[in-house]
């Protein structure tokens, strides 16, 4: 029938809208379910995948509640444990940074020397395209991901290029806002403290066990080592030169001995060239006296 779909159509939103009518009556409606009351009237909203009714929230004064991995622009943290940077300027992320919107300045001593940790530390925010590829390549997990996603300004610049003290949050904020990914860091870098610190105690063993075994050892006086060594090389020179002798021996025996006629030709030809010299000597005298 013509205009059913129609029907159809204006049923499904009529429905709707008496649900949202109805949910609207309770005490905490479905879209307020496990929300967070800020007062005068603003909340953060969890808005679950099975929520009822009004999904429209009322931005800014309700905001919704981000997952942990969301990401906007990086932060620096700053480890309270330790009270320091955990940055060490070691400008990785200003490399692998796609639009290169992060420059780094590294700090020096009183003597020039270049130290591991960042003077002056910058980041294009109107630049940034949230890629987290600096989080990802940081090897001292100095660089994360905020989710403040407020950030309009009047003036492009300098409001939007971010400096060291804008960037800077403390451990406690970036646990609070990853808490799951902050744990599963927090896991292996305890593991691999405790790998590190059995390496080391078993090395301290070692060097312990080889220092007793060496101790334990007797110590011969030292005329008896000079005495050893003295002959020690006595008797490896005359192993060299029995060797030697040995070669020369057999060489000797496995040379065939030559005949008597081979002596006497070689003889002969041996008086020959003797003879020709002195000829050629002869002739080159007559020639100079000429």
């Known amino acids: ?5 129609l ?6 939103t009529l429905k709707h809208t008496l649900e949202t009518f109805a949910d609207d009556r309770n005490k905490v409606p479905d879209r307020y379910r496990d929300s967070i009351e800020l007062g005068h009237g603003r909340r953060i909203i969890n808005q679950p995948i099975d929520q009822e009714g009004l999904l429209t929230i009322q931005y800014p004064e309700e905001k919704r509640q981000l997952p942990e ?3 906007y622009i990086p932060m620096l943290i700053w480890d309270s444990e330790k009270n320091e940077d955990r940055c060490t300027a070691c400008g990785i992320c200003a490399k692998v940074c796609p639009p290169m919107c992060i420059w780094i300045v590294r700090d020096a001593d009183a003597n020039g020397k270049p130290i591991t940790r960042p003077a002056e530390f910058y980041i294009d925010a109107a630049v940034c395209m949230s890629c987290s590829f600096c989080v990802e390549f940081c090897p001292f997990d100095a660089i994360k991901m905020n989710h403040d996603y407020e950030l309009a300004v009047f003036d492009r610049y300098p409001q939007l290029v971010y400096d060291m003290e804008e960037l800077t949050v403390p451990l406690e904020y970036y646990a609070a806002l990853w808490p799951a990914q902050y744990s599963a860091e927090e896991e292996k870098r305890r593991k691999d403290e405790e790998e590190k610190k059995a390496q080391e105690e078993a ?3 070692a060097a312990a066990a080889k220092a007793a ?5 007797p110590a011969a006086p030292a005329g008896e080592r000079k005495a050893t060594s003295a002959e020690e090389l006595k008797r490896k020179a005359q192993e ?22 081979e002596a006497d030709a070689k003889k002969a030809r041996m008086e020959e060239l003797k003879r020709k010299a002195q000829e050629r000597a002869r002739q080159r005298k007559a020639e100079a006296g000429e």
């Open 1 to 5: 029938m013509f205009g059913t779909g």
């Open 7 to 12: 029907l159809k159509g204006l049923g499904v």
């Open 69 to 71: 991995r969301f990401r």
């Open 203 to 205: 090395k301290a063993k």
């Open 213 to 217: 075994a060496a101790a334990a050892a």
């Open 240 to 261: 060299r030169a029995a060797a030697k002798a040995a070669a020369a021996s057999g060489d000797g025996e496995s040379a065939p001995a030559a005949s008597d006629g």
